[in-house]
């Protein structure tokens, strides 16, 4: 503004200064030698395995084609699901539960919880799985009756017959995740500002409102990715329970291998079957994690095709064949940046 109040007009660039925005900056991209480096050994070796995949005639692919979706096989892999579903549902429901115990403000409950996590972690699964099938030795009948004595006058079972090797492993199963789930809800509850609890109290909610509508949602963010971690894992562990005979996945592999000798493609047949496993649990994780993220974040993180498109068209864009829509070259940044600093400096 003048010293009147009158509006000055800008001040158009002088010569001196036209040819310097037209021919702008000469921007160098930065040569990133050791990653390129790295890169190139990295990819050396990918492309080495495959090509050995390929060539190599002990991997036996044929055979591995043939056993792949072979009826016992299949058998087997849904037996291994219906241990990983039945033994992580039961075992998430217990380790709330424990959690809660762990929470609690009952020096008896919190005691009780922290005695079982540390036992179910202490003992190995195997040994529980065994200790569960061979139950019948300490225990021969099983049943409800008079307290405190072995007269099952309402109900009486035998206990091998009760508990079966399918029963065995989903105890085991069961009780020592719970001891895993336990911690990581106790932890996920803990992450929680107590501030918002305080508050949600003082306007006069009840306590179970105050836990599902902030404290769980809240909590699910911190729980979700641990606990996928260890479902997932809990799909593996089910191989252990080859100790009592039960033909899952992995020991009916380990069948026909010792029957036909073909160690290495039956292996991988069983290897394939949990990474299938392992990759749709993956993705099911990374949505449930974005559905959570809703009310943490202004802008939900692009999710893995959005991520690979704006990569590419990055990568394009630095070839200089094609510049982003909307986007200035760097001769034309440049000139606008001295057009808009001519301004501002006439009009200050």
Request: aromatic letters at 12%; hydrophobic letters at 55%; a positive charge.
């Amino acid at each position: 503004m003048g010293a009147e109040g009158q509006p000055v007009a800008a001040v158009p660039p002088t010569d001196a200064a036209a040819p310097r925005h037209e021919a702008g900056l000469r921007v160098v991209p930065v040569k990133h030698w050791g990653r390129w480096a790295l890169s190139a050994i990295v990819a050396f070796v990918i492309l080495q395995f495959l090509w050995s995949l390929a060539t190599n005639p002990q991997w036996q692919w044929n055979v591995f084609a043939e056993y792949f979706f072979a009826p016992s096989v299949i058998n087997g892999l849904w037996l291994t699901l219906g241990l990983t579903v039945v033994s992580g549902v039961a075992g998430f429901v217990l380790g709330a539960v424990l959690a809660v115990f762990r929470l609690s403000k009952s020096p008896l409950l919190n005691a009780a919880a922290w005695w079982y996590i540390w036992f179910f972690r202490s003992v190995p699964l195997v040994v529980q799985i065994l200790v569960w099938y061979n139950l019948g030795y300490l225990y021969p009948t099983l049943g409800l009756g008079t307290p405190f004595t072995t007269d099952f006058w309402l109900l009486e079972f035998p206990t091998t017959t009760l508990i079966s090797a399918f029963a065995a492993a989903a105890i085991g199963l069961s009780l020592h995740q719970a001891a895993y789930s336990a911690e990581i809800i106790r932890a996920g509850i803990l992450s929680v500002d107590q501030g918002q609890l305080e508050a949600a109290g003082a306007l006069g909610l009840p306590r179970r409102i105050r836990f599902f509508r902030i404290t769980l949602p809240q909590a699910a963010r911190a729980i979700v990715p641990n606990a996928f971690n260890e479902i997932i894992g809990l799909v593996k562990g089910t191989s252990v329970v080859f100790i009592v005979a039960l033909p899952e996945l992995f020991y009916t592999v380990q069948v026909i291998y010792n029957r036909n000798q073909r160690v290495i493609p039956l292996l991988l047949v069983a290897v394939v079957w949990y990474a299938l496993i392992t990759t749709i649990l993956s993705i099911a994780q990374y949505h449930v994690e974005r559905r959570f993220a809703r009310g943490a974040v202004r802008e939900l993180p692009p999710t893995p095709i959005q991520r690979a498109t704006s990569w590419a068209r990055i990568q394009w864009q630095r070839l200089g064949d094609a510049p982003a829509h909307g986007s200035l070259t760097p001769a034309g940044a440049a000139a606008a940046s001295g057009t808009a600093s001519t301004r501002t400096g006439g009009a200050a």
